[in-house]
């Protein structure tokens, strides 16, 4: 079994720290059904287009999502649907 350093849990935990907010976790699961428009994530969250791109930031920073521009417009896309395993775990626990 591979000893894992401090490093690698510290990888690990931005991930979850960038995971843990509602938005985002909103954001994440409507980018696992397809490629979203930023226009279109501002009408699911509700929040303005600026607000919605401090969320997206912090989640391309920790690699969650990636972008690709088409005209003006951003579309973002889930890079490792895996992560919402970790929801859907969670999801069961009692509260």
Known sequence: MKT???DYYVAQAAVIKAMGHPTRLLILNSLKK???CV????????DDISTISKHL???RKAG???SRREGNWLHYRLTCPC???FTGCIAGLKR
């Open 39 to 46: 226009c279109e994530l501002r009408d699911l969250v509700g």
């Open 57 to 59: 930031l912090v989640l």
């Open 83 to 85: 992560v919402l395993d």
């Open 64 to 66: 969650l999502v990636a």
């Open 4 to 6: 894992r350093t401090k």
């Open 34 to 36: 397809k490629e979203t």
